[in-house]
């Protein structure tokens, strides 16, 4: 199928830098005193700082299907669910072929994962299930939810022994999966009682700390949260503002949290020893809605703005704590839900609601920078 070139991307994305750099730079002035006096973290973006980098997409061939949550497998082919369509399906970058594997009507996937033998997991998020595919056969196995409640499984990520944990957004749960034997764990998460109702803190996305320990943020709430494996206990972390509504995150290599704050507009950095938070607003403001969220080997933190159109490709440097780079998605993008770090090429993956694959092409790795 189609991909959206090299040079037409480059292009638009790099055409309007030298004015969007203006207009940042003038927000930034006024705003300076307005972070000073809420406590947040300043970010530098100077002149110099201002990259673009480049993107090419990929038009989907099952019209607004809406791909996303791309993984790419050991053998290099990107997988992606068509929530709207009830697909998996993976595309080869080199010929831009793409293969799709129809699921029952009305499975909503929306999101997957995939093992090291190449089997892909995904859930079934309107029927309940996690189930696996044969990259081969094509052959499904589903492992229904023990529990009625859990209606709608919704992230997954692999584990440290293999196993999957997820979430469980509207249910208020977070599960684990073992593949091996088909048993599936689930821990209930905080509800939230406003106005005399109660709901669900609607578990969202979920990463695994270099212990092997998931942590997962609650969308309806302002609180991350942990998990014990063994003892399979709950911990949770207030952000500092009730409005917070974080709703991805990653784990960068000294294990801190970073989230993008969707509700206010801000990225986020918890340190899970002391408790310490710190925020800086995103560069389109309070309105930019971040969310889909990656972080690359250089601990550089990736995320989109999907509350301005065309959708912003957004890098935040956290060793200067400065915002470096702004791209916008040539497709527009619509809204980036979800997104993959591939080591092996420095690039990041993502679905949008354009009905494109998208692959950001990142800068060079830098040396990290530490205290020794």
């Known amino acids: 199928m189609t991909a959206r070139g090299e040079a037409a991307l480059t292009t638009r994305g790099k055409a309007p830098a030298i004015h969007f750099l203006e207009v940042i730079m003038s927000r930034l002035k006024l705003a300076f005193l307005s972070l000073l006096c809420l406590g947040l973290a300043v970010p530098t973006l100077g002149a110099q700082q201002i990259q673009t980098v480049e993107i090419v997409e990929w038009d989907v061939p099952w019209e607004q299907s809406r791909p996303r949550d791309p993984y790419v497998a050991p053998d290099g082919k990107v997988w992606f669910v068509g929530q709207r369509s009830h697909y998996t399906a993976w595309l080869d970058r ?34 309940g299930h996690i189930a696996s595919l044969d990259p081969e056969s094509g052959d499904i196995e589903t492992f229904a939810m023990p529990d009625a409640a859990a209606r709608d499984p919704h992230t997954l990520v692999i584990g440290d022994e293999g196993e999957i944990w997820f979430t469980v957004q509207q249910g208020n749960f977070v599960g684990r999966f073992r593949p091996e034997t088909g048993d599936v764990t689930l821990l209930k998460t905080p509800d939230v009682v406003r106005g005399g109702r109660t709901s669900s803190s609607r578990p969202y996305g979920i990463k695994i700390d270099s212990d ?31 409005r917070s509504r974080p709703r991805r995150l990653v784990i960068d290599s ?8 969707y509700g206010l507009g801000r990225l986020g950095r918890l340190d899970p020893l002391t408790g310490d938070v710190e925020e800086w607003d995103n560069p389109s403001g309070s309105q930019s809605r971040p969310y889909g969220v990656a972080i690359d080997g250089s601990d550089r933190i990736w995320f989109v703005e999907s509350g301005v159109q065309p959708n912003k490709f957004v890098g935040f440097d956290s060793d200067t704590e400065e915002f470096f780079s702004i ?42 920078i530490t205290d020794d």
């Open 94 to 127: 080199e010929t831009g072929e793409f293969k799709q594997f129809p699921l029952e009507d009305g499975t909503g996937p929306h999101n997957l994962v995939v093992a090291e033998d190449g089997t892909v997991f995904y859930s079934g998020n309107r029927v």
């Open 254 to 261: 000294e294990d801190r949290i970073w989230y993008v704050d």
């Open 212 to 242: 092997g320990h998931p942590w997962i943020v609650l969308f309806n709430t302002n609180k991350i949260a942990t998990v014990d494996p063994e003892s399979m206990q709950l911990k949770t972390f207030d952000l500092p503002d009730e």
């Open 327 to 368: 791209t916008e998605i040539g497709s527009g993008g619509g809204s980036v839900r979800h997104m993959f770090y591939e080591e092996a090429t420095n690039s990041i993956w993502f679905g949008t609601d354009a009905n494109t694959l998208g692959q950001a092409k990142l800068p060079p790795l830098k040396p990290r």
